[in-house]
């Protein structure tokens, strides 16, 4: 309860320049080659994909979102590791974030969120740096719906995730167009739901004494 009340908190505070928020979340895209080349679109016949594929990988994004801002990022890249985390990370804290004292990191409780895989990427000055620019807060399990990047990612999944692409590289440029699309127009998460409302719509979650 602690967990789900904390996030919920979290998107009730009024924007920071000093202090954004931002979801992080990351996901897996499996990389199709066509297997006969697609025909394409033809008066009266919508195109058409063969239902064979020849697979060329897998690539993992790691998507930034700023919910207060309407803004997010994502990165593409070759493997998930906690390595590739924290380079999401070290992007997030000196690319997009660089002024802020302190970014308030809403994730999930996956072993690779956490300041053990900045050391294992960099440093141990560099790993300190940045660790010290973040307030960690983690999602309550079967709770990930709290974090907003899942949101994105669901956004994402419709123009990029279900489409085949045979290369890490066209993800990443379909996924920046996305980005630049969305943030061209941007605008904040208006979440509905706050602490008081989930105490009685989420009574019987709660512990009875």
Same mark, same amino acid.
């Given at each position: 309860m602690r967990n789900r009340e904390d996030i919920l908190d979290l998107h009730e505070q009024a924007e920071d320049p000093d202090r954004p928020l931002v979801c992080f979340d990351e996901t897996a895209k499996a990389l199709h080659e066509h297997y006969r080349p697609p025909t394409p679109v033809q008066p009266g016949r919508p195109a058409r994909d063969d239902y064979q594929y020849d697979r060329m990988g897998t690539c993992s994004l790691f998507l930034l979102s700023a919910p207060l801002l309407g803004g997010r990022a994502v990165?593409?890249?070759?493997?998930?590791?906690? =390595? /590739?985390?924290?380079?999401?990370?070290? /992007?997030?804290?000196?690319?997009?974030?660089?002024?802020?004292?302190?970014? =308030? $990191? =809403?994730? /999930?409780?996956?072993?690779?969120?956490?300041?053990?895989?900045?050391?294992? *990427?960099?440093?141990?000055?560099?790993?300190?740096? $940045?660790?010290?620019?973040?307030?960690?807060?983690?999602?309550?399990?079967?709770?990930?719906?709290?974090?907003? *990047?899942?949101?994105?990612?669901s956004v994402l999944a419709r123009p990029c995730?279900?489409?085949?692409?045979?290369?890490?590289?066209? =993800?990443?440029?379909?996924?920046?167009a996305w980005c630049r699309h969305r943030n061209r127009d941007a605008k904040p998460v208006k979440w509905h739901c706050n602490t008081a409302d989930a105490r009685i719509k989420l009574q019987h979650l709660y512990p009875s004494y």
């Open positions: 990165q593409v890249r070759a493997r998930r590791t906690a =390595v /590739d985390c924290a380079h999401a990370l070290r /992007d997030l804290a000196e690319v997009h974030c660089p002024k802020a004292e302190t970014i =308030v $990191l =809403v994730c /999930d409780n996956l072993n690779t969120h956490t300041p053990k895989s900045l050391h294992k *990427a960099f440093d141990q000055a560099t790993a300190d740096r $940045l660790a010290a620019r973040f307030e960690w807060h983690y999602t309550p399990p079967h709770g990930r719906g709290l974090n907003m *990047a899942e949101c994105e990612l995730r279900n489409r085949r692409f045979p290369e890490q590289a066209r =993800v990443a440029a379909e996924t920046a």
